[in-house]
């Protein structure tokens, strides 16, 4: 049997096991109790509980605007429904970039407030402090890098990170830097798949991609995107297991039709 099919629960640990072993990790995004309990059903191994909420669910166009206010409640929303998978909490921007005292106590908060597992920070050597003072409460870090969507107005653009030799040998010093501080995982997001792949092999610790090729230990998506809910993202990476837009589209219509055709409610559906 599998390391993830023995795990009643999954832990940090499991997932090392996991890479140790080669076997693929899965992650998901969720932000509400019923999307966030037919994830944890379907045998997903992390949920992340992501900032990527102030897109799908509040209609940012960035996640810059999202608050710890908001990433608690979404948080405490995704832990009351999941049974079996890892819940990590990003931590929203602003809540641990340039103060490590700050970023410690808003880590707590998120761990107090909304019961989950484990938070994720974005960036490399310039955040390392925050993370190691995280990690000095013993709260679990998962490291982000390559694409950071919360530098969107530093980047100008979402296309591919890392492409210049520069930038990637800085990527790979930070997820060594990561690894070093005690993060026990690190998103690799839309970089170049060879230089995930150079990565996921240089650390010991568990390399989820998203846009970064085969090559890293697990792969994450937005459930939202990967549902077909939000159909105006379409990148190159992402992977539609259904068209969920449409066909909700189509049972409102035809409810609506139904209500106004007097045909909804039949004497069935009434006492």
Known sequence: MSVAGKARKITTNTLQEMKAVGEK?????????????????????????????????AGNDTTVPI????????????????????????????SYQGNSKAALDNAIRIMKESGGHAVKLEGGAEIVDSIKRILTAGIPVMGHL??????????????????????????IEDAKLLEAAGCFAIVLEKIPAELA?????AISIPTIGIGAGAGCDGQVLVLHDMLGITMDFSPRFLRRYLDLSEQ????????????????FPNDEEQY
């Open 146 to 171: 390559g694409l950071t969507p919360q530098s969107i107005y530093k980047f100008g653009t979402y296309s591919v990170r890392a492409r210049e030799d520069e930038e990637a040998m800085k990527l």
């Open 67 to 94: 608050t710890l206010d908001h990433m608690i409640y979404h948080a405490q929303c995704v832990v009351r429904a999941v049974d079996r998978a890892l819940i990590v909490v990003d931590m929203p921007f602003g």
């Open 248 to 263: 909700i589209e189509s049972a409102i219509n035809n409810y609506v039709d139904d209500v106004r055709s007097g045909d």
């Open 197 to 201: 792949t150079k990565v996921s092999e």
């Open 25 to 57: 990790i899965t992650m998901l995004t969720a932000y509400d109790f019923s999307l966030a309990k037919l994830v944890d059903k379907g045998g997903v191994d992390v949920i992340l509980v992501g900032d990527s909420a102030s897109n799908v669910m």
